[in-house]
C-alpha cells in the first residue's frame, strides 16, 4: 500500500508527499516531496493534508528543506588515509 498526502502552499496543491518517518537524529517528522520548480524555495513554508480520506484529515504545517536532509559529510568528502 502506498501513502501519499497533498502539498499545499497558497491554497493550490503543489506536490504530494511520501515516505513519512520520525527521525530520531533530528527529532522531527521526515516526508519527502517532490514539488514544482516554481515553488521549492528552501525555507518556505507549507501545509501537509495528512490522513486518509476515510478518516480525519489535518493540515499540518511543514517547511521545504534540501534533499539529502542531513548535514553529514559526503562520502567523497572523507579523508579515508585518516581513519
Known amino acids: 500500500m502506498v501513502y501519499s498526502d497533498d502539498v499545499i502552499k497558497h491554497g493550490k496543491v503543489i506536490s504530494i508527499s511520501s515516505g513519512r518517518i520520525y527521525s ?3 527529532h522531527v ?5 517532490l514539488p514544482d520548480v516554481n515553488h521549492c524555495e528552501m525555507g518556505s513554508e507549507v501545509q501537509v493534508l495528512w490522513g486518509d480520506n ?5 493540515l499540518i ?14 562520502n567523497k568528502d572523507i579523508e579515508v588515509n585518516c581513519i
Not at 517528522?29 to 516531496?33: A, G, K, N, Q
Not at 476515510?54 to 489535518?58: A, D, E, G, L, N
Open 24 to 26: 530520531t537524529f533530528y
Open 54 to 58: 476515510i478518516h480525519t484529515q489535518k
Open 29 to 33: 517528522m521526515i516526508s519527502l516531496c
Open 61 to 74: 504545517r511543514a517547511t521545504m528543506s534540501r534533499c539529502p536532509f542531513l548535514d553529514l559529510p559526503r
